[in-house]
């Protein structure tokens, strides 16, 4: 186990833990109890009080604090007509300015029967807005994109060999045919998954004042959720969209950013993280698989330099993941793992919603029914929800089933309920 190792140590690698028995015993913070040392007794204190300390500790210790939007939205439609795509939904692709010189495009797909403004799905993806369907009219990236053997991708020069590839991840068709707008944006185009330095993407557009850049200022995942941000500014003046309505759905890091965009952005209507892990669902605490100690040494971009500190003892950490899923109360999350995903815990995703029920208790709302998970591949839906589903770290057709059906629970489509 990692807990007490000596700093040096933590350089080598360090063996995960898979063994449910080696799971150090651990405390949790308490979400209900204030720096000061009081009790949270009522929605108010919650909302005053407790709940910007909880903001404050992941700005300041974890994500990084990011800077203020521009104040002018600024976005130029490309592209916009019938495809073909079953149902014939509208495309629409428009390029969102971040902040100066960068912008990102988004690939929308709106139901061809409308009645009114459409709840929405917004998901960031992994190899550029041509990677989730075939449909030859999608604008190909052109900046950052992650190296893959598998597609072709040299020195993180975009290709559209990736139209796509990732197609089986999307069940754009289907979200479509349940009355839902279907939005994506290639991550790349917020910030480079890279440890440079912050010196390119959505970070580069905000120069550090000279001198050392301060432990607490944003890392690529809070690049990430001010981009997901920004495309919500985006969606707001958009008369097809009701942006009230919109679910962030997130897979693995991505997933860590959905959580971090909703907990900070309370115009995000409902969350979906789906096997993000460590830093994103799964307890820290626990050092089930991927660990803090080992996240910040792999991906040290990811976070701001506050929290590589905590490799050494994570039990330090003034909070945990539940308390990033009590951040969204009262609005509803969903938690999905998979059963072969052990790198990501999926005992510490379901344990993270668990322990954040009782701030949706104090709101008045349920939370999950039961102590332990439910069956593998059937799904618990209150304002929390949660299914593993058996299987790798992916996603699938049932998980996007589960998805919609809490999207529809809680967002009325007004079809497919
Ligand atoms: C790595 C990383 C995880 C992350 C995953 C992903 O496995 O260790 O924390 O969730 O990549 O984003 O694919």
């Not at 790349?188 to 557009?205: K, L, T």
């Not at 850049?213 to 008369?239: C, E, H, K, N, T």
């Not at 698989?289 to 039990?315: K, L, M, Q």
């Not at 299987?391 to 497919?416: I, M, N, P, Y």
Request: proline share 7%; net charge negative; glycine share 8%.
């Amino acid at each position: 186990m990692m807990v007490g190792l000596p700093t040096p140590l933590l350089s080598r690698p360090v063996q995960a833990n898979y063994e449910e028995s080696e799971v150090p015993s651990y405390e949790l913070p308490d979400p209900l109890v204030c720096l000061d040392g009081t009790r949270v007794e009522d929605a108010q204190v919650w909302r005053e009080k407790r709940r910007p300390e909880i903001l404050e500790l992941f700005r300041d210790q974890v994500y990084g604090r990011s800077p203020r939007p521009p104040r002018e939205l600024e976005f130029e439609v490309l592209e916009e007509g019938p495809s073909e795509l079953e149902g014939k939904p509208l495309r629409r692709q428009v390029r969102v300015q971040l902040a100066a010189g960068v912008s990102c495009d988004l690939l929308m797909y709106l139901p061809q029967e409308r009645t009114g403004a459409l709840p929405a799905f917004l998901a960031l993806n992994f190899y550029g807005n041509t990677s989730v369907h075939p449909d030859p009219r999608i604008v190909p990236s052109s900046t950052w994109m992650d190296e893959s053997e598998e597609f072709g991708i040299v020195d993180n020069r975009a290709t559209e060999a990736t139209r796509g590839v990732r197609a089986y991840r999307w069940e754009i068709e289907t979200i479509v045919s349940r009355g839902y707008a279907f939005c994506t944006v290639h991550y790349g185009d917020i910030d480079p998954d890279h440890d440079d330095g912050f010196e390119n993407g959505v970070h580069a557009a905000f120069p550090a004042e000279a001198g050392e850049r301060p432990a607490d200022a944003w890392g690529s995942i809070s690049a990430w959720a001010f981009g997901l941000s920004r495309v919500l500014d985006y969606l707001v003046q958009d008369d097809e969209v009701d942006a009230t309505r919109v679910a962030l759905m997130g897979h693995s890091r991505l997933g860590k950013t959905a959580l971090w965009a909703g907990a900070q952005d309370e115009r995000f209507a409902l969350v979906i993280s789906n096997n993000s892990g460590c830093a994103g669902a799964a307890l820290s605490r626990r050092e089930f698989g991927e660990t803090v100690a080992r996240i910040n040494e792999v991906f040290p971009h990811w976070f701001c330099r506050n929290f590589h500190a905590y490799g050494a003892d994570v039990s330090r950490l003034p909070v945990d993941q539940h308390m990033l899923i009590s951040l969204m109360a009262p609005r509803p999350v969903y938690v999905a793992s998979a059963s072969e995903d052990l790198w990501a815990d999926p005992r510490g995703e379901f344990l993270s919603a668990r322990h954040a029920q009782p701030i949706y208790e104090l709101l008045g709302l349920s939370g999950l029914p039961g102590d332990e998970p439910p069956p593998e591949d059937e799904s618990w839906q209150g304002s929390l929800g949660y299914h593993r589903r058996g299987g790798e770290h992916d996603v699938t057709a049932l998980d996007w089933e589960h998805f919609l059906d809490f999207a529809d629970r809680h967002l009325s489509s007004g079809k497919g309920l």
